[in-house]
């Protein structure tokens, strides 16, 4: 018997959610944080979606926002022109880094010493978190507002997308360019997969995966609609893709066939994500909700349940839901 | 016509009292409790790093070896508020969060079993 899929809807925030990030597999878990407009980031269970936190500090939208690896210190990105670093247990704020500009994106290096900043300054900064009193060091080049900017390559090389519509790969001892890409609009998303080097762009209606060490081209799928984000599954078997058509598209990396496609969201999709363990991906949209989707869809993981046909019908004492009631934004 | 899957409730949403990070979770409890914060924090040092870490090491084994020899013994504990007991050591959880005793000498009474919140306890001495 086929099963539908049930999104689990987060609420909470009441401005659209911009930016979302999951932590790595931590042994308490693995953890979600999401950017919103209302200027509260917060902290969720990755594999439930329960509400842990929110971090209180920022006085303006937040456009960025990251975890490190244990999900131990927390990164955000606001309009505010700080960035701030936060402790991801206790929810304390633990550094401001002023900015000259509002700041759009946030990343910490792998052993979480060294955090990376962009923003409408067109700047790429990188900050010494064990030295958070020394001047950052300033990487130039892009002529216009950096909207993503993440570390590649074990932390030795920096991707940054713009929109002056390049994407650019800078070496980090030598703080120069190494490589640009340039494309005829601006790109809308980037994703790196550190395990295969594979960068996932988003750009008008298409979804483009490159090699992100040569920055060469591996493939390009168009989508039926404007995509604002897309994520490639962890075993690189599928990827994810939602945008102005307030849908979620899965499609067969292999095939690149459109195998599913999902309502739920009542406005566009600004970010598409997946778990460490490839098992769900979070969503977040202009209606100020994250949406969880199971990649298995009618598998029992986090808070789904398989229900056997025989199962059905049968006394209970779980109270079950069939149908989860819409939240209206 | 294809089934929806069930859901066992919905995730949980803000406390509109607090920003939430509950100090009793045990990701907190264990993250967040070092009473001896490491110089890192301050000034780096990066020679003191290493002895410092080596002293932590050798304070955390010498600390586990006396919970397991203190198994089975006649264990005083000095608990808040001038309060002496007296147990039968059984075992400690793994965040040393609980003792769990036996035969516990309290003012009203023995209590065959027991577990001793290791946050109320100040102190605790044995024979060795």
């Known amino acids: 018997m086929a099963m539908r899929q049930t ?11 911009v930016d979302l990030a999951f932590s790595g597999i931590t042994p308490y878990g693995y953890f979600l944080i999401s950017a919103c407009k209302d200027g509260k980031p917060m902290l969720r269970q990755g594999d439930t979606g329960d509400w842990i936190g929110t971090f209180l500090g920022h006085k303006g939208a937040v456009w960025g926002a990251t975890l490190n690896t244990d999900a131990t210190k927390a990164a955000t990105a606001a309009a505010d022109f700080t960035a701030k670093v936060w402790d991801a247990v206790s929810g304390d704020e633990v550094l401001t880094l002023a900015h000259k500009h509002i ?38 080049g892009h002529t216009s507002a950096i909207k993503k900017a993440l570390w590649c390559n074990n932390d030795k090389q920096i991707l940054s997308a713009s929109e002056d519509k390049t994407i650019r790969l800078w070496d980090r001892n030598s703080m120069q360019e190494v490589k640009t890409l340039t494309f005829n609009t601006t790109v809308s998303s980037m994703e790196y997969v550190p395990d295969g080097e594979v960068l996932v762009i988003t750009y008008g209606k298409t979804i483009a995966f490159y090699n992100a060490l040569s920055l060469d081209l591996i493939k390009t799928v168009e989508a039926p609609a404007p995509i604002n984000s897309a994520s490639l599954h962890p075993e690189k078997d599928f990827f994810v893709a939602g945008g102005e058509d307030f849908k979620l598209y899965k499609f067969d990396y292999s095939t ?34 994250l949406r969880l989707w199971q990649t298995a869809v009618g598998k029992t993981y986090g808070l789904w349940k398989c229900v056997l046909p025989e199962d059905m019908g049968a006394e209970n004492s779980e109270q079950l839901y069939t149908s989860t009631p819409e939240i209206k934004a | 016509m294809a089934t929806p899957v069930s859901v066992l409730r919905l995730p949980k949403g803000p406390d509109p009292n ?7 979770s045990p990701r907190f409890i264990a993250l967040c409790r070092t009473s001896i914060v490491t110089s890192a924090a301050s000034e780096t040092d990066a020679e ?13 084994e010498s600390f586990l070896r006396c919970l397991l020899s203190m198994t089975n013994k006649k264990v005083r504990f000095h608990l808040h ?4 007991v007296e147990a039968t050591f059984g075992a400690s959880d793994i965040d040393v969060l609980n003792f769990q005793v036996s035969d516990l000498h309290t003012p009203i009474g023995v209590q065959k079993e027991a577990l001793i919140r290791c946050q109320d306890v100040i102190s605790f001495t044995f024979e060795a």
Do not use: M, W
Request: hydrophobic share 30%.
């Open chain 1, 103 to 140: 700041v759009k994106t946030v990343n910490f290096t792998q052993d979480s010493t060294c955090l990376l900043t962009g923003g409408n300054d067109k700047l790429l900064r990188l900050y010494d978190l064990i030295n958070p009193e020394a001047a950052p060091l300033e990487i130039a």
């Open chain 2, 81 to 84: 508020e001038r309060v002496k």
């Open chain 2, 48 to 60: 003191q790093l290493p002895k410092e870490q080596h002293a932590r090491s050798v304070l955390r």
């Open chain 1, 7 to 17: 999104p689990l809807t987060c609420s909470g925030h009441t401005r659209p959610v």
């Open chain 1, 256 to 289: 690149k066939e459109e195998l599913e496609s999902y309502k739920g969201h009542f406005g566009p999709v600004h970010c598409v994500r997946f778990s460490p363990d490839g098992e769900l991906y979070a969503s977040g949209s202009e209606d100020g909700t």
């Open chain 2, 18 to 24: 607090c920003r939430g990070f509950d100090p009793n």
